[in-house]
């Protein structure tokens, strides 16, 4: 297996004016021959928490890694939980980091496929990302134990939630106060993104465990109808046809972790065993949640 080089971690693209921060940050693992044969780039946003997620997916399959983050996070270990402030669908941010991709390309990175990969926070972020910005084209769009509805995800936290505190410190209320921020930083409400990549060729892969243990930790904000399977349903109306989402029984993030080229083989990229107890879904136009699709 090619060892993988660390080129550019942690590295500011987005130059800030004198004592300001950074508007994102850039980290970048290539491996040895990037730019003499084409690679898989694996690209997430949300910082090194969830780069460090895909990297031994990255390793297994040989692929390069392009990771952002937003500028004012400071979650950089998991020690470090109390510094953290994601973008939440930051439109600056987004519109930053969709240009990166074509950036490497021109710097001489050979790329064979683009694929945004990402799991809890970061598969709603990559969401967002390509939803809103079409000129990305990825390959494949994998979403693992997240959620497309920034709304729904706020109103499954209690009160008192550091996560629930942090959505509002960055997008300056709550979604009673200032809804159309809320919806305007969804997925679910750029479904129309999402259905024109995929008509353009894209492979929208979207996995979401409803164990117990899952429901527990994340008090249903990943696999209650409103985080993904009511908008399955809405988006095979945007399409006009089924579309088919993945539901496991695993522990959170194990989906990535363990079967990893599994899930990105849902998408037809490589060949690899999907999720153990892994059940397709079929959600059509107009139609309701299935039955054990949810939690």
């Known amino acids: 297996m090619r060892r993988l080089l660390a080129l550019a971690a942690a590295c500011v693209l987005a130059a800030p004016a ?14 040895p021959d990037a730019r003499t044969a084409p690679h898989l780039l694996l690209m997430t946003v949300g910082g090194t928490i969830y780069c460090d997620e895909i990297q031994n997916l990255a390793r297994r399959l040989d692929a390069n890694r392009l990771c952002t983050d937003f500028g004012r996070n400071q979650y950089l270990t998991p020690h470090e939980r109390s510094g953290r402030l994601e973008d939440w669908g930051d439109p600056a941010y987004d519109a930053a980091v969709a240009k990166l991709p074509a950036q490497l390309e021109r710097s001489g990175v050979k790329v064979s496929q683009l694929v945004v990969v990402g799991v809890s926070y970061s598969g709603y972020a990559n969401a967002e990302l390509v939803a809103t910005h079409p000129e990305l084209h990825p390959a494949a769009l994998v979403v693992i134990d997240s959620f497309l509805d920034l709304t729904a995800r706020f109103d499954a936290l209690p009160s008192y939630h550091e996560t629930r505190k942090e959505i509002q410190t960055v997008l300056g209320g709550t979604p009673d106060q200032i809804p ?39 008090v249903g904000a990943t696999c209650s109808p409103a985080a993904n399977a009511q908008w399955l349903n809405k988006l095979a109306a945007h399409l006009g046809r089924p579309v088919t989402g993945w539901v496991t ?10 079967y990893g080229r599994g899930v990105l083989a849902l998408a037809g990229i490589g060949y690899a065993l999907p999720p153990k107890t892994a059940t397709a879904f079929t959600f059509t136009p107009g139609g309701t949640p299935p039955p054990g699709s949810y939690c």
Do not use: C
């Not at 305007?184 to 008509?199: E, F, Q, V």
């Not at 029984?249 to 363990?258: E, G, I, P, Q, S």
């Open 18 to 31: 004198a004592g300001q921060t950074p508007l994102y940050r850039e980290e970048l693992h290539l491996v």
């Open 249 to 258: 029984h695993l522990r959170h993030a194990y989906a990535l972790w363990d």
């Open 180 to 218: 159309q921020t809320y919806e305007n930083r969804s997925p679910s409400y750029h479904l129309d993104g999402l259905a024109a990549a995929i008509r353009n060729g894209m492979k929208f892969v979207d996995v979401w465990s409803v164990s117990p243990e899952e429901k527990r930790e994340f």
